[in-house]
Structures are given as structure tokens and as C-alpha cells.
């Protein structure tokens, strides 16, 4: 069973979430299909009436901040972190590799 004020965003399709509902997500970082954790972002913000927290590599700050003006929405990093990514593609060349992350609280014009 779903939590309570949780929604879900299914593939091909979503579901409007409940007012004052939130988001969590855990983007592609956007490195190998260029833009694609920004495309995450912006859909969850039209999806939802409250604020979307999602990781990111802190080497896009500035631009995931000044996006999100664009979107007349707000963001700020509420914690930074390492993100270990092991090997999972034939394309990663370590076996794993700690990235530097920051969790952004993007929220909606008027959500503080």
C-alpha cells in the first residue's frame, strides 16, 4: 500500500498528486542522455503541488538553480553527499566510483 499523500508517476502516463503532496526522485544524472535529470524534474514540478527532492551531480548546481528560476519555481540543496555507483554497464570503466551529489528541494512558486 501506497504511504499516505503518496503518488506515483508511471511510465508513459502519470497520476496528478494530491495537493501538498511530495516528490522524491532519483533522476538519471543526465551524463549519458544529456538533459534527461532536468526533463525528471520539470515533469514532477507539473505533477505535483509541493516540492520534488532529487539528487543530482553537484557539478550542475548552479544550472539546476538557474533552471529553475526559468520555471518561476525555487531551488536549494538540503544536503550534499557521495553517491557510490558501482559498475552495472559496460561502459563504466571502474568497478565502482563515489560521485558528488546534492539532494535539491525544488518547490513551486509560492511553496517555501
Known amino acids: ?5 503518496a503518488a506515483w ?4 502516463g502519470g497520476a496528478r498528486s494530491p495537493r501538498n503532496a511530495r516528490q522524491v526522485m532519483n533522476p538519471p544524472f543526465g551524463t549519458r542522455a544529456t538533459g534527461a ?5 520539470r515533469a514532477a514540478l507539473r505533477l ?6 532529487s539528487l543530482h551531480k553537484s557539478s ?10 526559468a520555471w518561476g519555481a525555487s531551488a536549494r540543496v538540503v544536503a550534499e553527499l557521495k553517491f557510490d555507483v558501482p559498475k552495472c554497464y559496460a561502459f563504466h570503466r571502474d568497478a565502482s566510483r563515489d560521485i558528488a551529489v546534492d ?8 511553496d517555501t
Open 60 to 69: 550542475t548546481r548552479d544550472y539546476l538553480v538557474r533552471r529553475a528560476g
Open 48 to 53: 505535483c503541488d509541493g516540492p520534488v527532492y
Open 37 to 41: 535529470d532536468v526533463a525528471f524534474v
Open 9 to 12: 508517476i508511471f511510465r508513459g
Open 103 to 110: 539532494l535539491v528541494r525544488f518547490a513551486p512558486a509560492g
Open 1 to 5: 500500500a501506497a504511504a499516505a499523500g
